[in-house]
């Protein structure tokens, strides 16, 4: 049964830094896509960003790129999302999820998720 863990959420202000954490079980880590979106109230679940299986490539949307960073660390079975200069747009529940292949961007291309970590910031 693979399980996919999210850690690291809370309150913060704008500006704040948070890292969350997704810990993967019960699926071979290391062949994994493994990506991370948001989910606000009201609006669709929207793609943040997503490594390789290998770490070597990242994709990044848009509104993201220059303050979130993606990692992973296959020995721990673990990917990271260091996010820093938050604003409060950023709030929502953000979601660890796993595919079997290459990165992709939309969400009903992965297989599997996790249940969430909110992230609120505020002004």
């Known amino acids: 049964q693979v399980q996919l863990v999210e850690s690291g959420g809370r309150s913060v202000q704008a500006g704040g830094s948070l890292r969350l954490s997704c810990t993967a079980s019960g699926l071979i880590f290391g062949f994994y896509a493994l990506g991370w979106f948001r989910q606000a109230p009201g609006k669709e679940r929207e793609f943040v960003a997503a490594?390789?299986?290998?770490?070597?490539?990242?994709n990044y949307a848009d509104s993201v790129k220059g303050r979130f960073t993606i990692s992973r660390d296959n020995a721990k079975n673990t990917i990271y999302l260091q996010m820093n200069n938050l604003k409060p747009g950023d709030t929502a529940v953000y979601l660890c999820?796993?595919?079997?292949?290459?990165?992709?961007?939309?969400?009903?291309?992965?297989?599997?998720w996790g249940q969430g970590t909110q992230v609120t910031v505020s002004s």
């Open positions: 999820a796993g595919r079997a292949g290459t990165v992709e961007t939309y969400a009903a291309a992965y297989q599997f």
């Open positions: 490594s390789t299986w290998s770490g070597a490539s990242h």
